[in-house]
C-alpha cells in the first residue's frame, strides 16, 4: 500500500513535468516565430545558373603529338577557382570519350579542386629558350620568354586582385592511377591542362599539381608532378611560331 | 758576406736544373675513353607501363638494354649501366652512375603503348655555360647542346632504319641532372601502314637496339674528329 503522501507527491511531479513539456513547447514556437519574421523569404534574386559561354580547350593528340586549340560552350562560373574547375572538368570529359584522340579515363571527376593563389617567382634555372626540332609536325614548342604574350589580365572574383596566380590543381588518385604510362602521353595531359588554364584565366602563369590532396612524384611514372610548370610553356601548334 | 759566398753555387746549379727539366717529357693530354651509359628505365617496384601483350615497362626496357650493350660491346664500346636486374634505382643514384662514368652519350630507355614510332626527348634547361660545381638539379644545362647534336644523329640513324621519329623536349629528373649528353628514347608501336609493328615484335625491337647501336657508332666518330681537331 502505498502511503497517501507519496501518492500526492507523483501527482504533482506529474503535473509539473507536463506542465514544464508545455512551456517548452511554447517557448520553441516562440523562437521559431521570431526567426521567420526576422527573415525576408520573398524571392528577390534567380536561382544562380551560369550562361553558357565559350570555354577554349586545349586538346591533345596522340597520333602526332599535337595540342590543338577549340572552342566549346558551357556555363562557367563566376567564380574563378570554379571556371577551372568547370573547363578542366570538360577536357577531361572530352578525354574519357571513346573516340578521343587523347584517351584517359576519369573525366570531370577527376578535378577535385583547383586553388589559385598568388605566383611565388621562380628562381634558378629556366627552362629552355625554344629550340623547336622536330621531324614531325610537333605542336608543344617552348617559345623563349620575349615571344610569349599573354593577353591581358581579366579582374578576378574571390582570387587575388592583382599579379600573376598559381593553379593548384588537385587530381583523384584514380585518374592517375588509370592514365596511360609514357613520357609523351603524360606530358601532353600536363601540357593541355597548363595551356588550357592559361586559356581561359590569362593571369595563370604557373601550374601545380596534387593528387588526393598531396604531392605525387609522377602522373603514371613519368612525367614529373613535384616541379611547377610555366603555362607559357604549352603554345598549341596553330599559335607556335615556325 | 754569406749570400756572395754560395752565389757561385748558385750560378753552377741553375743551369744544371733547367736541363733536367728540359729533359722530362710533357705529361701526356688526358685520353678521354668513350663510354656509354644504358639506363633502362623503371625496376624493382615501379613497374612503369603496362604494354599490350602483358609485358611490363620495366621488363622490356632490361632486354632493351641488355641487347644495345651486347651490340656496343662487339663494336669495342665500353657500356655502363644503371641497372642489370630487376632492382630498383632512384632517378639520383642514376645520374650518380652516369657521371661517375664520365660518359660521352648517355641514354635512357623507356617504353609506351601510346603514340607512334620513336620519341626522343632532350632535357628542356635553357643551355649553359660548364661551371666547376654545377647545380645538381640542372647539372645537364651545360651538355643540353652536345645533348641535341646527339639526338639528331640518332635521329638520323632512326630515319635511315625506315622508323618514324618525333623529337621533343621535356624534364625528366635522371636526365637534368646528368652532365653527359643525355637523350630518353622512348619507344611505341610503329602506326605507319607500311612499317606497322608492335612492341612485342621482335624484328621491330632488333632494328632499334641496331639504329641505336649505329647512331652511337657514328657519334664516337664524330666525338672523335671533334676532340682532334686543334
Known sequence: MIPRHQRILFVLLLVASLAMGAVLWLLRQHAHQRLLAGLDSAPTSAPAVAPAEQATLLMANDSDGSILTQLHSL??????????????????????????????????????????????????????????????SRTVVILPRQFRANPPAAPLQGAPQAGP?????????????????????????????CGTLRANLPRVTQVRFLVDGQQRATLAGHADLTRTYLTGDAVPSNEAHP | MRWIKYSWLALVLAPLAAQSTLAQPAPPAPQTRFV???????????????????????????????????????????????????????????????????????????????????????????????????????AQAAAVMRSLKLAGVINSALLHAGMSVTLSRTSLPAMDSMTCPAVTVEITPEQNHETAAGLDDKDYQARVAAALAAALLEWRTDTGRTEARP
Open chain 2, 36 to 138: 656509354v651509359v644504358l639506363d633502362a628505365a623503371h625496376g624493382g617496384d615501379d613497374t612503369g607501363g603496362r604494354l599490350a601483350h602483358g609485358q611490363l615497362e620495366k621488363s622490356f626496357t632490361l632486354a632493351l638494354s641488355v641487347r644495345l650493350r651486347s651490340l656496343l660491346a662487339a663494336r669495342g664500346i665500353p657500356v655502363v649501366t644503371t641497372r642489370d636486374s630487376d632492382a630498383a634505382v632512384d632517378p639520383v643514384k642514376r645520374a650518380e652512375i652516369a657521371n661517375r662514368a664520365q660518359a660521352q652519350a648517355c641514354l635512357s630507355l623507356h617504353t609506351s603503348e601510346s603514340g607512334s614510332g620513336i620519341y626522343l626527348f632532350v632535357s628542356s634547361l635553357a643551355p649553359a655555360a660548364p661551371a666547376r660545381f654545377p647545380a645538381w638539379k640542372t
Open chain 1, 165 to 193: 596566380l598559381l593553379a593548384v590543381v588537385n587530381l583523384s588518385g584514380s585518374f592517375a592511377a588509370n592514365h596511360p604510362s609514357g613520357i609523351e602521353t603524360e606530358m601532353l595531359t600536363v601540357l593541355s591542362i
Open chain 1, 75 to 136: 556555363p562557367l562560373p563566376a567564380d574563378p577557382g570554379a571556371l577551372a574547375r568547370a573547363v578542366l572538368g570538360k577536357l577531361l570529359d572530352l578525354y574519357a570519350t571513346p573516340d578521343a584522340a587523347h584517351p584517359v579515363p576519369g573525366g570531370a571527376s577527376s578535378v577535385l579542386q583547383v586553388f589559385l593563389l598568388p605566383a611565388p617567382e621562380i628562381t634558378g634555372a629556366v627552362p629552355a629558350a625554344g629550340i623547336p626540332i622536330s621531324t614531325k
